[in-house]
T-cell receptor, first 116, second 111 residues
Framework: EAGVTQFPSHSVIEKGQTVTLRCDPI?????LYWYRRVMGKEIKFLLH????????ESGMPNNRFLAERTGGTYSTLKVQPAELEDSGVYFC??????????????FGPGTRLTVL | KQEVTQIPAALSVPEGENLVLNCSFT??????LQWFRQDPGKGLTSLLL?????REQTSGRLNASLDKSSGRSTLYIAASQPGDSATYLC??????????FGAGTQVVVTP
């Protein structure tokens, strides 16, 4: 069974440009999460999808970040326009739905974003 | 506001010694706690998940305990090997399902 995959693995862009990150969760996982680690800090939550709906987007830093999950399968995270402080590693995770409880989250390898 | 702390930040042990990694959290209203391993430049690998109703979970040489009332979890790795060298992260799941991470403990096991 394929794990969580992310594309690209590394992106280098100039300040002001747009970047779109993609995450393919494990097949059948309704829950999809985006997290981010910026240099020297802990991994922080960005948002949570349940199928195609945003369950919680309290961690999104500002309106330059837009996440979508059309059809409840893969998700994209767009940063437009990118700023220097957006540099970091963006992780995607997925988990199975299970009533009111929360299951083990499985993480992708991450996308390293460098904004110059 | 939940805060997750991991002590120590770094640890170096000779091969064969047991590893003890600590994680504490300030809000005991958690759904579960997960321990992860991260190798340099790689993603996170889930090691153990402890539900809030459980006291411990075991997988091979790994054993994790959870004391929810005191806000503590400990990961034990028996008979450490050089391949255990990595950063170990603990994370608690809050009532909304999101993980809140500690900063991690960087472990080096010397041959």
């Amino acid at each position: 069974e394929a794990g969580v995959t992310q594309f690209p693995s590394h992106s280098v862009i100039e300040k002001g440009q747009t970047v779109t990150l993609r995450c393919d969760p494990i097949s059948g996982h309704d829950n999809l999460y985006w997290y981010r680690r910026v240099m020297g800090k802990e991994i922080k939550f960005l948002l949570h999808f349940v199928k195609e709906s945003k369950q919680d987007e309290s961690g999104m830093p500002n309106n330059r970040f837009l996440a979508e999950r059309t059809g409840g399968t893969y998700s994209t995270l767009k940063v437009q326009p990118a700023e220097l402080e957006d540099s970091g590693v963006y992780f995607c995770a997925s988990s199975q739905a299970s009533g009111d409880s929360y299951n083990e989250q499985f993480f992708g390898p991450g996308t390293r974003l460098t904004v110059l | 506001k939940q805060e997750v702390t991991q002590i120590p930040a770094a640890l170096s042990v000779p091969e064969g010694e047991n590893l003890v990694l600590n994680c504490s959290f300030t809000d005991s209203a958690i759904y579960n706690l997960q321990w992860f391993r991260q190798d340099p430049g790689k993603g996170l690998t889930s090691l153990l998940l402890i539900q809030s109703s459980q006291r411990e979970q075991t997988s091979g040489r790994l054993n994790a305990s959870l004391d929810k009332s005191s806000g503590r979890s400990t990961l034990y790795i028996a008979a450490s090997q050089p391949g255990d060298s990595a950063t170990y992260l603990c994370a608690v799941t809050d009532s909304w399902g999101k993980l809140q991470f500690g900063a991690g403990t960087q472990v080096v096991v010397t041959p």
